[in-house]
């Protein structure tokens, strides 16, 4: 295997403390597109399953032709929740990101966040010091769980090798990305949304508790001594 040269960090529920502002909203938005009742319900089940996934993805999915609104409107309600109750960091992140790059580590944020939102969370966070390279969907083409970003991450840092990269998340998504991508190793942390054992059944080759624990992990402890 090509030796560990790129980490890729997700950013809701990996790098951010969720809070319920995804689910927060999205129920605002339904409630603007007037969605209720079993279709809302079964709607909100849709997008817990499909965490991580491009979020313009999963508004067309679930409403076709009013995809696109659907989604400007998630991505509204959601920054002015996040105005609304905050947003922090998981704690750890920026020290585990700085460790990284003292030992020579490339590192880049992926979302299924827009553009727009990203940034602007970026900044709320003080992150823009932190990830040179950040990447949405809409940078790209197509988000998770197809590998595009995660691609998109190795070339702007020019790595050489797919299995040189890390991928770290939280949700099925971020791991299956991670898979067809042909990273070589990816680590889910149960700060998110899902399970150890789903994480592992889409592909995580490591489960950690946070990202706080990411350099107790003997393959990237190696590395760094390389």
């Keep these: 295997m090509t030796a560990l040269q790129l980490v890729c960090f997700d950013m809701a529920g990996t790098t951010m403390i969720d809070s319920g502002l995804v689910l927060e909203a999205f129920r605002r938005t339904i409630d603007e597109l007037g969605v209720a009742g079993e279709e809302a319900q079964s709607a909100e089940e849709y997008v817990v399953l499909t965490m991580g996934q491009s979020k313009i993805e999963v508004f067309t999915a679930l409403f076709g032709s009013r995809g696109t609104i659907a989604n ?134 490591e489960v950690i508790d946070s990202v706080a624990d990411l350099m107790n992990i003997e393959a990237l402890r190696n590395a760094g001594k390389a």
């Design 72 to 205: 400007e409107a998630f991505e509204r309600h959601f920054v002015e929740a996040s105005h609304e109750f905050g947003v922090q960091e998981i704690p750890g992140v920026r020290r585990v990101v700085t460790e990284l790059r003292r030992l020579g580590f490339e590192v880049a944020l992926t979302t299924g966040f827009s553009k727009g939102t990203r940034e602007a969370l970026v900044h709320e966070l003080g992150w823009s010091d932190l990830f040179r390279v950040r990447v949405s969907p809409e940078d790209v083409g197509r988000g998770r769980p197809a590998p595009d970003m995660l691609l998109h991450c190795l070339i702007r840092l020019e790595g050489y090798a797919t299995d040189s990269m890390v991928v770290l998340g939280d949700t099925a998504s971020d791991m299956q990305a991670g898979v067809r991508a042909g990273a070589g190793l990816c680590v889910g942390v149960l700060t998110g949304t899902d399970t150890e054992v789903r994480l592992r059944e889409n592909g995580a080759h």
